[in-house]
């Protein structure tokens, strides 16, 4: 069965930093561009970074210049390196394709709380 698993959120402190994981299946992982998407208290699930399989990369305008993801292709991990974060960023936080029809079943995310 096709897995997601999100880990390495928590509570931080504005400006603060964490590192989050995605164990991805390899029927998910292999070949498709992995994105990492947010949902904040109250508003829908939003977009926030994607990989390629061979590395191109983008960002939305929010997150540019303090996110960073990458991928490891051998472990089907992809990872979302976030820094400077700001209580805007405070959401659950998910990995998926990028592509809708490439999507496995969302993973239960994990929690990212940045406080002011």
């Known amino acids: 069965q096709v897995q997601l698993v999100e880990s390495g959120g928590g509570w931080v402190q504005s400006g603060g930093s964490l590192r989050l994981s995605c164990a991805a299946s390899g029927s998910i992982f292999s070949l498709n561009a992995m994105a990492w998407y947010r949902q904040a208290p109250g508003k829908q699930r939003e977009l926030v970074a994607w990989i390629a399989s061979g590395g191109t990369t983008s960002y939305v305008d929010s997150v540019k210049g303090r996110f960073t993801i990458s991928r490891d292709n051998a472990k089907n991990t992809v990872y979302l390196q976030m820094n400077n974060l700001k209580p805007e960023d405070t959401g659950v936080y998910y990995c998926?394709?990028?592509?809708?029809?490439?999507?496995?079943?969302w993973g239960s995310g994990t929690q990212v709380t940045v406080s002011s």
């Open positions: 998926n394709a990028l592509v809708l029809n490439r999507r496995g079943s």
